[in-house]
């Protein structure tokens, strides 16, 4: 009898333990943040040459003031910075006798026609939240030959320093939020997942090119297993 007690006993703790070491490791799921190229050449507040709709002051202070709060919080916040060369492959003005917006094939892709923006070292490049509330900035689309829409890797595949920075930061979920829904956030939200990430979009701090291609990126990132909530619950 003494025997079956001991058994028992020791199942019984196994169960605890299995329960208790469970919850924690829920518990212990470590969240950061991605903030995606909140820019001044995406805002109408900076007059930028591929401001998206309803980036004013009210949007950007939204972002500026969410991603404090979030950073008090503790989380680890990291951004994306578009940092494009002037002989950039995506500028229409790079095409002779092409305009602004229109599509294209390059090297056998279809690649939207954008007017220069975010070129490196200009003031619209710059992103308008305090840098010092970001433990890393991920500059994407440096390579002139490919557009980069993700913050983890262009158009041609070569990969940024985002997924083995937030591995490093033992970062295992993600809230992320920015500009623009349809292009860079939906790419790098999609491309978190696909790297093992569980992430949420915060709908209300990001803005978009267009509402059809929003919404169409909206049912993408759900159909790819990514959360979207309305608004930032703290």
């Known amino acids: 009898m003494k025997h079956i007690s001991f058994i028992i006993a020791a199942l019984s703790f196994a ?4 329960l208790f070491h469970t919850t924690m490791s829920i518990a212990e ?32 202070d939204k972002v500026v003031e969410a991603t404090r709060a979030l950073s008090k919080k503790g989380y680890l916040v990291f951004a994306t910075q578009d940092w494009h060369p002037a002989d950039h492959m995506s500028f229409f003005s790079n095409h002779a006798g092409k305009k602004p917006y229109e599509v294209m094939k390059i090297d056998g892709r279809t ?30 689309g440096k390579n002139p030959k490919y557009d980069s ?25 993600l809230l992320v939020y920015g500009i623009a829904t349809d292009y ?16 949420t979009v915060i709908e209300d701090l990001c803005r978009y090119v267009a509402p059809d291609t929003s919404a169409k990126a909206l049912q993408e990132m759900k159909d790819k297993g990514i959360t979207i909530v309305k608004e930032l619950s703290l």
Not at 35 to 49: A, H, I, P, Y
Request: proline share 2%.
């Open 15 to 18: 169960g605890v333990f299995l």
């Open 149 to 173: 829409y993700s913050g983890f890797q262009d158009d041609g595949g070569d990969i940024t320093e985002m997924n083995s920075i937030l591995k490093r930061n033992g970062i295992q979920k």
């Open 29 to 60: 799921e470590k969240t950061g943040v991605i903030v995606v190229d909140v820019q001044g050449d995406f805002t109408t507040l900076k007059n930028g040459s591929l401001a998206c709709n309803s980036t004013d002051k009210a949007y950007v």
């Open 184 to 199: 860079c956030v939906k790419a790098t939200a999609i491309d978190a997942v696909e790297a093992g990430f569980k992430v």
């Open 111 to 140: 690649q939207v026609l954008w007017p220069p923006h975010c070129v490196q070292g200009t003031e619209n490049a710059r992103i308008l939240v305090d840098n010092n509330l970001f433990m890393a900035v991920v500059k994407k």
